[in-house]
């Protein structure tokens, strides 16, 4: 027969929360395609691989006595994924970024009509591209640096996107013409 114990308990708690806070840090890593963060990002990050670390470290004492800690992780999910679709403020916004993305899916992906892999624009001897994949745009600015949106092509003309991270959606005028493999974004016309 296995006890229950509180200092466990609170040891799995802090291993799902640390794995929370690491998976968020690295998604900002990731939608930012860049290692270059604010200060205190990767101070967080540092401190919060340390504490899982020490955290996992201490839970082996337990690993003889109880296979608690995957329950415990697949529960702690369960339980996020439950707050974030009954609307607590916290957790809501990540629940709309995903199904946003997934009502999305579909709607420009698969369509011949639509512009696929990277463009160039040379603007005053400097290079930006855009890289259409599936429903993501990625942009390359020289001055703005790399940038990712989810777009949704509306057909009268203009282009949504929208920041996964914010969930900010911004309008463009846009025009893709196949046969001379040009997309114009804006104002600026790019090329295959």
């Not at 990540?94 to 624009?121: E, H, L, Q």
């Not at 996107?161 to 040009?182: A, I, M, Q």
Request: hydrophobic content about 45%.
């Amino acid at each position: 027969m296995h006890r229950f114990s509180w200092r466990k308990l609170f040891l799995c708690l802090l291993v799902i929360a640390c794995t929370g806070i690491l998976l968020s840090l690295l998604y900002q890593i990731f939608v930012s395609h860049s290692l270059v963060l604010e200060g205190t990002t990767w101070l967080y990050l540092f401190i919060d691989v340390g504490v899982l670390v020490w955290n996992i470290g201490v839970l082996n004492h337990y690993r003889h006595e109880t296979p608690g800690l995957l329950l415990t992780i697949l529960v702690g999910a369960v339980v996020v994924v439950v707050l974030s679709f009954v609307g607590v403020p916290a957790l809501s916004g990540v629940k709309d970024n995903i199904s946003n993305a997934v009502s999305n899916v579909g709607i420009s992906v698969g369509n011949s009509n639509n512009p696929s892999g990277t463009y160039k624009a040379t603007i005053l001897g400097l290079t930006d591209t855009i890289t259409f994949r599936s429903n993501i745009l990625e942009t390359n600015d020289v001055l703005m640096g790399k940038h990712r949106f989810m777009y949704v092509i509306t057909g009268n003309g203009f282009i949504n996107l929208t920041d996964p991270v914010t969930g900010e959606v911004s309008s463009e005028s846009f025009n893709y013409v196949k046969s001379t493999n040009c997309v114009v974004l804006g104002d600026v016309s790019f090329y295959k």
